[in-house]
């Protein structure tokens, strides 16, 4: 079994930033993805960011692409999303996840049916 829990959320103004964490537990999870969705109210959850274990590089939505910078510390199973330049557009529930994968690509990442293990959330408000 896996838990995850996310922290950092809050409010924050227009073009501020947030540092969300994921700390990662149970079960020894090495070897496979972890991953940051969002979802705002009355709308789907969707992909933002996520990232494998070991050297593989990361995949962002286009809509963080350049401003959202994800990253993980593996000696303390913890992952760090930390976004700049924060919209209104941003404002969501954002959720980790922890999945597994066959081979690393895109698709691979944004598909939610791939991670196994979810966050309970943390909101993230960004004001005009």
């Known amino acids: 079994q896996v838990q995850l829990v996310e922290s950092g959320g809050g409010l924050v103004q227009y073009g501020g930033s947030l540092r969300l964490a994921c700390i990662i537990s149970g079960d020894t999870f090495t070897g496979h993805m972890v991953g940051w969705f969002r979802q705002a109210p009355g709308k789907e959850r969707e992909f933002v960011t996520a990232i494998p274990w070991g050297s593989l590089l990361p995949y962002y939505a286009d809509s963080v692409n350049g401003r959202f910078t994800v990253s993980k510390d593996d000696a303390k199973n913890t992952m760090y999303l930390q976004m700049d330049m924060l919209k209104p557009e941003d404002t969501a529930v954002y959720y980790c996840?922890?999945?597994?994968?066959?081979?690393?690509?895109?698709?691979?990442?944004?598909?939610?049916?791939?991670?196994?293990?979810w966050g309970q959330g943390t909101q993230v408000t960004v004001s005009s």
């Open positions: 996840a922890a999945g597994t994968f066959e081979y690393w690509n895109e698709g691979t990442a944004e598909n939610p049916l791939n991670y196994h293990y």
